[in-house]
């Protein structure tokens, strides 16, 4: 089981995955998102999960997140608000979709050490867009129409895998 793997092989450290908690809360805050481009590398490195046991758990805890998040971030962008960009939201939760089932599939596998080379390009991808594309300067949207939906669809499935 996963449980007695982790729990047998590394000792648990309450005040670290807190302090951990209570960083990677912060950050993600601070970003506008749940925090599990921070979350991922912490589990690896800090608490020794292998890759792959390391992915699932973070995906099941941004899962809480969101859910977590939906009702308090309803009082500062109304639901009617979103339901008018359904279009978007459907669009992502398809490229989401997608990209959780096939890369689910590809990441059991992979060898171990491939899975973290995609992790960690992913996550070097990832830093690279939070450092240099945010433009707050930008007067217009970088894509639009169906450039906006194939990338959304591409995103969301890089992400979810």
């Not at 005040?15 to 979350?39: D, H």
């Amino acid at each position: 089981m996963m449980s007695e793997a982790v729990s047998t092989s590394t000792p648990r450290n309450l005040p670290a995955a807190f302090g951990g908690g209570a960083v990677i809360g912060t950050l993600g805050g601070l970003i506008g998102l749940g925090g599990a481009e921070f979350r991922l590398p912490l589990l690896i490195g800090l608490f020794r999960f292998a890759a792959l046991e390391a992915v699932i758990l973070n995906k099941a805890i941004s899962l809480v997140v969101v859910a977590t998040a939906l009702p308090f971030r309803a009082g500062t962008v109304p639901f009617g608000e979103i339901a008018a960009h359904w279009p978007i939201v459907v669009n992502l939760l398809a490229g989401s979709l997608a990209g959780a089932w096939f890369g689910a599939g590809w990441a059991t596998r992979l060898k171990s050490e491939s899975l973290y080379k995609i992790i960690a390009a992913l996550l070097v991808v990832i830093a690279v867009v939070l450092v240099f594309g945010h433009d707050a300067s930008a007067s217009s949207q970088l894509l639009t129409g169906t450039a906006q939906m194939a990338a959304g669809v591409v995103a969301g499935s890089g992400s979810a895998s």
